[in-house]
């Protein structure tokens, strides 16, 4: 699981309410993310999820993991949370998150499982190709996640064709 911002070109921030929009102010500017859960192959694994630019991965993270059960789930460091890692192994589920610089004690982690994590980022690159995703330019947050479905079906439809 892992998460991706895309730039928000300045004429889609729009009127409407901020839940309409699903822009947020970070340290970049304005931004959306999009939080993915995939398996090893690449292919979705849980709904996808469009959120402000400032919503934490960690906060996402409950909603994606609802139906994960009896499997290994490999997160980045903005997972990091005890509570999280307690709640995957009450599903049955093996944690492969690594801890952040500051913590004291940190949890040990599978490294040569970890490295699966790019399989996320791959679907991540090969969607931000589409320059009408990677900046944003659709004012709702409906068109903007209506447009990365379309985006996704033509990456699984490509992969099939291959």
């Known amino acids: 699981m892992d998460s991706t911002h895309c730039k928000v070109h300045q004429h889609s921030n729009g009127p409407g309410s901020p839940e309409d929009q699903a822009i947020?102010?970070?340290?970049?500017?304005?931004?959306?993310?999009?939080?993915?859960?995939?398996?090893?192959l690449g292919r979705l694994a849980a709904p996808i999820i469009v959120t402000p630019g400032n919503v934490s991965d960690i906060t996402v993270a409950p909603v994606l993991l609802e139906d994960v059960e009896n499997t290994a789930v490999v997160g980045d460091k903005g997972y990091d949370s005890r509570e999280l890692r307690d709640t995957l192994r009450g599903q049955d589920c093996e944690p492969c998150i690594p801890a952040r610089s500051n913590v004291?004690?940190?949890?040990p982690y599978d490294a040569a499982l970890y490295r699966a994590r790019h399989a996320v980022e791959n679907v991540f690159q090969r969607m931000k190709v589409f320059r009408r995703l990677a900046t944003r330019f659709e004012k709702t947050k409906r068109?903007?996640?209506?447009?990365?479905?379309c985006?996704?079906?033509?990456?699984?439809?490509?992969d099939k064709l291959w």
């Open 24 to 40: 947020g102010k970070s340290r970049g500017g304005l931004n959306t993310k999009i939080h993915l859960l995939v398996d090893v």
């Open 104 to 107: 004291k004690n940190p949890e």
């Open 151 to 158: 985006v996704l079906a033509a990456i699984y439809t490509a």
């Open 143 to 149: 068109m903007f996640f209506a447009f990365i479905c």
